[in-house]
Nanobody, 116 residues
Framework: QVQLVESGGGLVQPGGSLRLSCAAS????????MDWYRQAPGEQRELVARITSIGTTNYADSVKGRFTISRDNAKNTVYLQMNSLKPEDTADYYC??????????WGQGTQVTVSS
């Protein structure tokens, strides 16, 4: 069993920044990748950013140049730095991984609201 706990969401004005954290209950060193997804009301969940075990990153086109994903294996934590936030970034953000011997693992989500 792997538990993922997100934090760092909140209300921010357009153009502002937030940093989300995802703390895992066990070592993430062996996980092939760690992801951030988001789901806006009435929309499907979408992949926002991915970081592999060797540090390769991928981003959705809508967030490229504004969001940065990183991982700290020593702290079993993945981060999502979000800059230049837009109202369309408003969503629930979820941490995800596929853990060997466990399968798909999701956090409970953290809400991000971008509004003036």
């Amino acid at each position: 069993q792997v538990q993922l706990v997100e934090s760092g969401g909140g209300l921010v004005q357009p153009g502002g920044s937030l940093r989300l954290s995802c703390a895992a209950s066990r070592s993430i060193f062996s996980f092939n990748h760690m992801d951030w997804y988001r789901q806006a009301p009435g929309e499907q969940r979408e992949l926002v950013a991915r970081i592999t075990s060797i540090g390769t990153t991928n981003y959705a086109d809508s967030v490229k140049g504004r969001f940065t994903i990183s991982r700290d294996n020593a702290k079993n934590t993945v981060y999502l730095q979000m800059n230049s936030l837009k109202p369309e970034d408003t969503a629930d953000y979820y941490c995800h991984t596929w853990a060997p011997g466990v399968g798909d693992c999701w956090g409970q989500g953290t809400q991000v609201t971008v509004s003036s």
